[in-house]
């Protein structure tokens, strides 16, 4: 089963915070959560507003509000609704655990909400905090400090490539150095990475093109979840381009603290970028298939459902490299 393509342009730049699409402040039971390109998306309406959205609706608006590539649209997507969604339901929560009237229900009536830790939320956030400091969710004015000195000192005033190689690093040293539980493996050694390019290559201007995103604009989106006036989408599909440039500014290999601060250690059996398909695998069959260790009935056939379009989505985002596991059988 494949997932269907919204239609629209892909080529084209074009103005997205526009009439149809205005900021609003977040009305009470409204969620919003560690993501600010989710938060900033539902803040304007291209998501719905609660922050309570299907998949396909998520894949569709971060295409039509960023211009997000497709394939990898829908990996990230029904990578975080594996984990964190209600695959029942077919409802994911961009912020915490919630109904969809903003309550917390009872167990059966919940909607899956981006919050397991280390996959897509996790340590060394560039403007959240560390899990183990509380509240990782939102916006931290001393790291978005720390965001605008880096800027200012290898951007000339611009966060770009430049500083998001340093700025990277810098998280994932102050990590080590203060958070006993600091992990940084996959899938979250990925994120991480993807997290720092991001910004540069979604909250950019599409007319403007050049990699370079001021502090006002930047501010905008981590803090206030909120477009520039006038703003336009990017100019072509948007990946995770230059994240090869980051990696490659401090090379790191992924591991964890394994006994306090600064006990930083290499783990070989964590996917990195040599081996994306192991990636795969390993969070089909050890973070899925953990979560859930005996589906049966409606649960299992949502699952298989979703781990095919995670699976169709590898075609665009590594093509033909990877082989599909099946963790629930293929019935």
Same mark, same amino acid.
């Given at each position: 089963?494949?997932?269907?393509?919204?239609?629209?342009?892909?080529?084209?730049?074009?103005?997205?915070?526009?009439?149809?699409?205005?900021?609003?402040?977040?009305?009470? +039971? !409204?969620? $919003? +959560?560690?993501?600010? @390109?989710?938060?900033?998306?539902?803040?304007? *309406?291209?998501?719905?507003?609660?922050?309570?959205? %299907?998949?396909?609706?998520?894949?569709?608006?971060?295409?039509?509000?960023?211009?997000?590539?497709?394939?990898?649209?829908?990996?990230?997507?029904?990578?975080?609704?594996?984990?964190? @969604?209600?695959?029942?339901?077919?409802?994911?929560?961009? *912020?915490?655990?919630?109904?969809? %009237?903003?309550?917390?229900?009872?167990?059966?009536?919940?909607?899956?909400?981006?919050?397991?830790?280390?996959?897509?939320?996790?340590? %060394?956030?560039?403007?959240?905090?560390?899990?183990?400091?509380?509240?990782?969710?939102?916006?931290?004015?001393?790291?978005?400090?720390?965001?605008?000195? /880096?800027?200012?000192?290898?951007? *000339?005033?611009?966060?770009?490539?430049?500083?998001? @190689?340093?700025?990277? /690093?810098?998280?994932?040293?102050?990590?080590?150095?203060?958070?006993?539980?600091?992990?940084?493996?996959?899938?979250?050694?990925?994120?991480?990475?993807?997290?720092?390019?991001?910004?540069?290559?979604?909250?950019? !201007?599409?007319?403007?093109?050049?990699?370079?995103?001021?502090?006002?604009?930047? $501010?905008?989106? /981590?803090?206030?979840?909120?477009?520039?006036?006038?703003?336009?989408?990017?100019?072509?599909?948007?990946?995770?381009?230059?994240? !090869?440039?980051?990696?490659?500014?401090?090379?790191?290999?992924?591991?964890?603290?394994?006994?306090?601060?600064?006990?930083?250690?290499?783990?070989?059996?964590?996917?990195?970028?040599?081996?994306?398909?192991?990636?795969?695998?390993?969070?089909?069959?050890?973070?899925?298939?953990?979560?859930?260790?005996?589906?049966?009935?409606?649960?299992?056939?949502?699952?298989?459902?979703?781990?095919?379009?995670?699976? !169709?989505?590898?075609? @665009?985002?590594?093509?033909?490299?990877?082989?599909?596991?099946?963790? /629930?059988?293929?019935?």
């Amino acid at each position: 089963m494949a997932f269907p393509k919204p239609d629209f342009s892909p080529a084209v730049s074009k103005l997205v915070n526009d009439a149809a699409h205005p900021w609003k402040p977040q009305a009470p +039971g !409204d969620i $919003r +959560g560690p993501c600010p @390109g989710l938060n900033t998306l539902a803040s304007h *309406g291209w998501l719905p507003r609660n922050g309570i959205a %299907t998949p396909d609706q998520i894949v569709t608006a971060v295409q039509e509000g960023f211009n997000m590539d497709n394939s990898l649209a829908r990996f990230i997507v029904y990578a975080a609704f594996l984990v964190d @969604g209600n695959v029942v339901t077919n409802l994911l929560s961009i *912020g915490q655990k919630t109904s969809a %009237t903003g309550q917390a229900p009872p167990a059966p009536a919940i909607v899956g909400g981006l919050n397991t830790h280390a996959v897509f939320e996790g340590d %060394t956030s560039m403007t959240r905090a560390d899990f183990f400091f509380g509240d990782n969710h939102d916006f931290n004015e001393t790291l978005f400090d720390q965001f605008v000195e /880096f800027s200012n000192k290898f951007g *000339g005033g611009n966060y770009n490539l430049t500083v998001a @190689g340093e700025l990277r /690093f810098q998280r994932i040293s102050q990590s080590i150095a203060t958070n006993p539980t600091f992990s940084f493996v996959a899938p979250r050694y990925f994120t991480a990475y993807a997290e720092s390019v991001f910004p540069i290559n979604f909250f950019v !201007d599409g007319r403007q093109n050049d990699g370079q995103l001021d502090m006002v604009t930047a $501010r905008g989106f /981590f803090q206030d979840m909120r477009m520039p006036d006038g703003f336009f989408r990017a100019n072509g599909p948007q990946s995770v381009a230059g994240i !090869d440039v980051v990696a490659g500014a401090h090379p790191l290999l992924p591991g964890s603290n394994v006994n306090g601060v600064n006990t930083f250690t290499p783990d070989p059996t964590s996917a990195n970028f040599s081996t994306f398909c192991l990636l795969y695998s390993n969070f089909v069959t050890q973070t899925v298939a953990g979560l859930y260790p005996n589906p049966t009935g409606v649960l299992r056939q949502a699952l298989n459902i979703n781990l095919n379009f995670l699976f !169709d989505s590898l075609n @665009g985002v590594s093509p033909g490299t990877c082989t599909q596991v099946f963790p /629930f059988g293929q019935d």
